[in-house]
């Protein structure tokens, strides 16, 4: 089957077309006019679509000038919604030293760091030894 290198070049299509009977390159010539008709009633629908969204556009932006609307202004309202507030850090519950002899603090929350839960499972100290 021939690639598109073939058929954009002219050379190439030229020597395609010496092996290939007239039928069958009438042939290929309709299928391709009715190709590009398809693409060109594509092109024509999709730039109608894009001069009726700016007309639109057009209208709305006249109206609300209109009305005393700057758009400008609607999209700044748009955009200074607040965003979602961030909680406070909890506050630190316990208090243990890490493997490197650091002082560290934990929350209670997440996963027991590894100081506080050998000792836990060594049985030496309760949870309870490490409270702040």
């Given amino acids: 089957m021939m690639s598109f290198d073939v058929l954009s070049n002219i050379r190439s299509l030229r020597a395609q077309a010496r092996d290939t009977d007239l ?18 009633e594509e092109d024509s629908k999709i730039q109608k679509e894009q001069a009726e969204r700016l007309a639109r556009l057009d209208a709305i932006r006249a109206q609300l000038l209109e009305d005393g609307i700057d758009p400008a ?24 030293i890490d493997e490197n002899g650091t002082e560290q603090t934990w929350t209670g ?16 100290k309760t949870l309870e030894d490490f409270e702040i």
């Fill in 73 to 96: 202004e609607l999209l700044e309202s748009v955009k200074s919604k607040p965003a979602k507030a961030k909680r406070d850090p909890r506050p630190a519950k316990y208090k243990y």
């Fill in 109 to 124: 929350q997440g996963r027991t760091p590894k100081a506080i839960r050998e000792a836990i499972d060594g049985g030496s």
């Fill in 23 to 40: 039928e069958t390159l009438e042939e290929l010539l309709s299928k391709f006019t009715a190709i590009v008709e398809e693409r060109r």
